[in-house]
């Protein structure tokens, strides 16, 4: 049995030194909102992530939670799966559901997509496929399709603006619908 030269073992040993010491011993940045969850890729990756946003009092306004999400810091966004939206207000929750979802880190918008229902003290359901949601105002805006259901009544149309601060919304045009008094 032969064994390797003593310049050899050393070279080997500065070069695993020098790999070590280069290594990066911080973690990698986390988006900056409140996720929470079980770290799958590196720093990047989250299963039953959770949001939360508070009011000027400290309580709490916005709870977001997603099956999971995959945070890309290059594009400046975060990818949602199975995400489900709760706006706490003193006349009951508004409850926004879908299959997707993206945020932007920097306008904090929410863009969600696949089967998208919200539900709207105190018998309010509105279904389309996309819409986007800004948290900081409360406003739901599409150009899609949409349907608004309240007990029997419904209105179907194209585009929609909601306010859920305000408690208004406003189907933008090809508008048809039933109401049974």
């Known amino acids: ?13 500065g070069l695993a030194a020098a790999v070590w010491f280069s290594w990066p011993k911080h973690p990698l940045p986390l988006p900056h909102i409140d996720w929470h969850g079980q770290i799958r890729r590196g720093d990047q990756a989250a299963e039953d992530v959770i949001m939360r946003q508070y009011t000027a009092a400290g309580a709490l306004d916005l709870l977001a939670t997603a099956q999971t999400a995959w945070h890309d ?19 009951g929750t508004m409850h926004l559901q879908a299959e ?7 306008s904090r918008l929410l863009t969600l997509w696949g089967h998208v229902i919200a539900s709207m ?5 509105l279904l389309t496929e996309r819409v986007h949601y800004d948290p900081r105002t409360g406003i739901i805006t599409t150009r899609q399709a ?7 009544n419904w209105i179907t149309g ?7 601060k305000a408690e208004q919304m ?3 045009h090809d508008v048809q619908g039933v109401y049974a008094p």
Do not use: C, K, Y
């Open 1 to 13: 049995m032969r064994l390797p030269s003593p310049g050899f073992l050393l070279l080997s040993l």
């Open 73 to 91: 810091p290059e594009n400046h966004e975060t990818m949602l799966r199975g995400i489900t939206v709760q706006r706490f207000r003193a006349n």
């Open 100 to 106: 997707h979802g993206q945020m932007d880190d920097r």
């Open 121 to 125: 003290p105190p018998d309010t359901r």
């Open 146 to 152: 949409v349907r608004l259901e309240r007990g029997a």
């Open 158 to 164: 194209v585009g929609l603006w909601a306010s859920v």
């Open 170 to 172: 406003n189907i933008l």
